[in-house]
Nanobody, 126 residues
Framework: QVQLVESGGGLVQPGGSLRLSCTTSTSTYYYTIGWFRQAPGKEREGVSCISSSGGSTYYADSVKGRFTISRDNAKNTVYLQMNSLKPEDTAVYYC????????????????????WGQGTQVTVSS
């Protein structure tokens, strides 16, 4: 059993930045880590994903160029740097771990992930 804990959420003005962290209870070395978000009244959607080595990354079109995913396996932590935030980025953000190597056609599919965190709220508002 792997436990994931998200942190770093909060209230930020449009155009601002936040860095989310996802820390796991065991080594992240073997896991693909994905970030998802769910806005009120909407379905959960994939935001970004990083392979176990960090060599492959994927982003939703809505965040490309603004968000950056990275990982520090020595700290069992994956980060999501979010810049130029917009009100439509407001959501609960979740991280998830998968034993499977990611691929472009399915990295954002929730069914590919084995473990989930409890989420952290991000609110973008003036």
């Amino acid at each position: 059993q792997v436990q994931l804990v998200e942190s770093g959420g909060g209230l930020v003005q449009p155009g601002g930045s936040l860095r989310l962290s996802c820390t796991t209870s065991t080594s992240t070395y073997y896991y693909t880590i994905g970030w998802f978000r769910q806005a009120p009244g909407k379905e959960r959607e994939g935001v970004s994903c990083i392979s176990s080595s960090g060599g492959s990354t994927y982003y939703a079109d809505s965040v490309k160029g603004r968000f950056t995913i990275s990982r520090d396996n020595a700290k069992n932590t994956v980060y999501l740097q979010m810049n130029s935030l917009k009100p439509e980025d407001t959501a609960v953000y979740y991280c998830a771990a998968s034993f499977r190597a990611p691929a472009r056609r399915y990295w954002s599919s929730q069914g590919q992930y084995d473990y989930w965190g409890q989420g952290t709220q991000v609110t973008v508002s003036s």
